[in-house]
């Protein structure tokens, strides 16, 4: 079996395998301290020839065979938001968070119970992660989006895969954990560098 690109497997052993077992990805919510509304997501587009329709989400994707963790967030960071952010910190050890996205149609759990995917089940590995530069919208991001914790609760309708209440609440808990570090149990600057 021949890769097209070192660590892929072929479109076609991809599908088929994406159709059959979980995939493992990496997703990120970006923090960029210096905006008053520090937290950026991608609209992905209209669903034509930016699957899988409208909706803000996380920027990410699958990790590759023998990629470490932090390489696919980077990889992903710079496909989705351009050569000129950089990750300041974060904790690859760590996810902020852990979630099941199920394929549409699944029999699994009641409907609404868990957000949706329409090409595949997934497993994601959630961080917010400290960035710096300057974010363009590239390959899968259609448009950015700059939100403060507050703003995320009023737009939670208006998420991709059904991830409104997820990332809501990913970042209520990141913006708690910066507004009192002490009381949260220490700051994201403590955490490892990325």
């Keep these: 079996m021949a890769e097209e690109v070192p660590g892929w497997l072929a479109s076609d052993d991809y599908e088929s395998v994406r159709a059959r077992v979980p995939i493992v990805c990496v997703d990120l919510i970006p923090y960029f301290a210096a905006r008053p509304d520090p937290y950026l997501l991608i609209s992905r587009g209209d669903g034509a020839d930016r ?111 059904g991830l409104g209440g997820v990332i809501t609440r990913i970042v209520e808990a990141d913006a708690a954990r910066r507004a009192d570090p002490i009381k949260s149990g220490g700051s994201r600057a403590s955490k490892g560098d990325g």
């Design 51 to 161: 699957t899988p329709g409208p909706g803000w989400c996380w920027v990410g994707g699958r990790v590759r065979r023998r990629e470490a963790l932090a390489s696919a967030a980077r990889r992903h960071l710079v496909a989705t938001l351009g050569p000129e952010v950089a990750v300041a910190r974060a904790d690859w050890t760590a996810p902020d968070a852990v979630t099941e996205l199920l394929p549409v149609g699944a029999a699994i759990g009641p409907p609404g119970s868990a957000p949706r995917d329409p090409r595949m089940h997934a497993i994601s590995l959630c961080w917010v992660i400290d960035c710096g530069g300057s974010p363009i919208a590239i390959g899968e991001a259609a448009k950015l989006g700059w939100f403060s914790a507050p703003d995320l609760g009023v737009e939670s309708g208006r998420f991709a895969f």
